[in-house]
Each structure stands twice: as C-alpha cells, then as structure tokens.
T-cell receptor, first 118, second 113 residues
Framework: GAVVSQHPSWVICKSGTSVKIECRSLDFQATTMFWYRQFPKQSLMLMATSNEGSKATYEQGVEKDKFLINHASLTLSTLTVTSAHPEDSSFYIC??????????????FGAGSRLTVL | AQSVTQPDIHITVSEGASLELRCNYS??????LFWYVQSPGQGLQLLLK??????LVQGIKGFEAEFKRSQSSFNLRKPSVHWSDAAEYFCAVGPFNTDKLIFGTGTRLQVFP
C-alpha cells in the first residue's frame, strides 16, 4: 500500500531558528502533497498545496515567507518553518495524492511532526 | 459555504456496545466523503470512503458508513466497539478534481471496559 513518511516525528527548537520537516512518498510518486497544521484537540487546517516543480499554493492566512514549501521531486516535499516562535508550536501533517481520476481521490497521510518552539 | 459538521465532540461507550458517529456536510457539488481515524500523536488513517454507487460502504476494522443525500449525512457506525477503537475520528468531504479535503472538527471516542 501507499506509504508516506514524515521526518522528524518530533522536534524542539529555540525561538528564532528554522526547522525543516520532510515528507516522502515511499512507494509511489506524488505530484501533489499537502501540508496541514493541527492544534491540540482541533481539526486539520490545510496550509498549502505543494506541487512538484512549481510553487506551492498557500491557503488564505498562511504566511508563505514563514512556512517555506519545496517540492523538488516526485517523492519529497519539505516544509521549513522559518524564524520559529512559540506560537508556531503545533502538529504538522503532510499527505500525498497518488493518482488522478475516478476512485483515486484518496490521500495517504504521514504520521505527523510535532514542533515545539521554546 | 462548504463545511463539515461533527456534532459530537466527545463520545464515551462501553466495550461491545454499538457506535454511531455523526457527520453532516454542506457542499455545492457531488461530494466525495471520507472517514479517517487518528490515534494520539499519529497521522490519519483512512477508514472508508464514498464516491458513488451503493450508499452503504464498508471500511476497515469493522466500520461502515451510510451516505444519505437527503439528509446531507455520512454517519459512521460499528456494531461492537473494541477498546482499541478509542481515537479521534474525522469526517471529510472533497471535490472530485482536487484533493483539498475539508475536515470536520473531529469526535473523540473513549471506550470503557
């Protein structure tokens, strides 16, 4: 089955530093990946859509300069939280879309990355 | 506006009891409907999905869901809950041509022995 790996699973950093989170599709090519943010006991909030070889599409209210997304290959997308602050602490989840067409609109999610900014 | 509502924030059931988690949606086009489960600190696992056809869909772990267009609902059911089913459950709706799912706020399920 389709597997999406996220790394690191948790990270603690100092305020002002940058943190990179990787999302890899292990056994399929993902032309599109999605990044979500989940606050405690809340639902997933879509941050951006990452398209291989092109710029990411950010949702309204998401700072593109704060959350840098790079989708350099068909199996890897990265999210970099720049100049992190305590309010950026959250659970970040990625998902990947494998195929297109009828019956293929199914996402595979990574296990998530918990970021704590001190 | 497109939205997903899960009216029950928290549900507690005894092991072996039946379960129904409610999901209502507001969507302008033909909806693609999903139920996901999330264990603490984990990502989301797909339980089942509905695209078309039979309105009663079977998923993994003994779960099923029924699409009722007239009620704009997609409720999740399980006849007998196991302690390992304790988790957060999310209903989601999406369009055909993108994967931008809209998630409900989730229902936390607790199971007592």
């Amino acid at each position: 089955g389709a597997v999406v790996s996220q790394h690191p699973s948790w990270v603690i950093c100092k305020s002002g530093t940058s943190v990179k989170i990787e999302c890899r599709s292990l056994d399929f090519q993902a032309t599109t990946m999605f990044w979500y943010r989940q606050f405690p006991k809340q639902s997933l909030m879509l941050m951006a859509t990452s398209n291989e070889g092109s710029k990411a599409t950010y949702e309204q209210g998401v700072e593109k300069d704060k959350f840098l997304i790079n989708h350099a290959s068909l199996t890897l997308s990265t999210l970099t939280v720049t100049s992190a602050h305590p309010e950026d602490s959250s659970f970040y989840i990625c998902s990947a879309s494998r195929d297109r067409g009828p019956g293929a609109n199914v996402l595979t999610f990574g296990a998530g990355s918990r970021l704590t900014v001190l | 506006a497109q939205s997903v509502t899960q009216p029950d924030i928290h549900i507690t059931v005894s092991e072996g009891a039946s379960l129904e988690l409610r999901c209502n949606y507001s969507y302008g086009a033909t909806p693609y409907l999903f139920w996901y489960v999330q264990s603490p600190g984990q990502g989301l696992q797909l339980l089942l999905k509905y695209f078309s056809g039979d309105t009663l869909v079977q998923g993994i772990k003994g779960f099923e869901a029924e699409f009722k267009r007239s009620q704009s609902s997609f409720n999740l059911r399980k006849p007998s809950v196991h302690w390992s089913d304790a988790a957060e459950y999310f209903c989601a709706v999406g369009p055909f041509n993108t994967d931008k799912l809209i998630f409900g706020t989730g229902t936390r399920l607790q199971v007592f022995p």
